[in-house]
């Protein structure tokens, strides 16, 4: 079966570092994306990867490791605008459709 | 550019009643994906089109249905309106079927009352 695991809800302090997991079990995989949704809004694209390894895009970075079915979010400098749900969603091989997480709902606080 | 764009953004209607909405994707993207987001969970695949053919469904019943025009649009209809399918439909575009960042409308929030 499909399951994609991130945790509900995390609390960061502004200029920190915080990191958002994903684990998730997959007929297949071709792909695993990261999507920032502010409420009432639409996702927006943050990162994918299909490789093993860090992929670095200024304050935030994505890493995968497709042999432990894990990735991570990390997000650096945390400011107030960063507070948003993130969404972990992956490609399998069959269909090319996007299986989400649940989403982690990140606060952050002064 | 024009991003995605959907309509209606909001919409009520009655159980029992249908609805179809409406996605214009990104000029030069051929692939429309529908999705449905109900509060507090993440999006759950509805129908996936590629150059007007469906490539994927989701498990969603036979109440919907889509389908993807010769302009790359795509409509959404839902039959039978239940009250369970009160949520925020979103819509991607993207240039491939697979392996590409899907970009997303703003979303029709439908509510069924």
């Known amino acids: 079966g499909q399951n994609i695991d991130q945790p509900t809800e995390m609390t960061a302090t502004e200029g920190a570092i915080v990191q958002i997991n994903c684990t998730y079990q997959?007929?297949?995989?071709?792909?695993l994306f990261w999507y920032q949704q502010h409420a009432g809004e639409a996702p927006t694209f943050l990162s994918y990867?299909?490789l093993d390894g860090l992929e670095e895009k200024g304050r935030f970075s994505s890493f995968l490791s497709r042999s432990k079915g894990y990735s991570y979010l990390l997000l650096k400098e945390l400011q107030m605008k960063d507070s948003a749900s993130y969404l972990c969603a992956v490609i399998e091989d069959s269909n090319y459709q996007l299986i989400w997480g649940a989403g982690t709902k990140l606060i952050i606080k002064p | 550019d024009a991003g995605v764009t959907q309509s209606p953004t909001h919409l009520i209607k009655t159980r029992g009643q249908h609805v179809t909405l409406r996605c214009s994707p990104i000029?030069?993207?051929?692939?429309v994906s529908w999705y449905q987001q109900v509060l507090g969970q993440g999006p759950q695949f509805i129908f996936q089109?590629?150059?007007?053919?469906?490539?994927g469904r989701g498990n969603f019943p036979d109440r919907f249905s889509a389908r993807q025009f010769p302009n790359y649009s795509s409509e959404l209809n839902v039959n039978a309106l239940l009250l369970g399918d009160s949520a925020l439909y979103l819509c991607?575009?993207?240039?491939?079927?697979?392996?590409?960042?899907?970009?997303f409308g703003q979303g029709t929030r439908l509510t069924v009352v």
């Open positions: 990867n299909v």
């Open positions: 089109y590629y150059e007007k053919e469906e490539r």
């Open positions: 997959t007929s297949g995989f071709n792909g």
């Open positions: 991607a575009s993207s240039g491939r079927t697979a392996n590409t960042e899907a970009f």
């Open positions: 000029s030069g993207h051929k692939s």
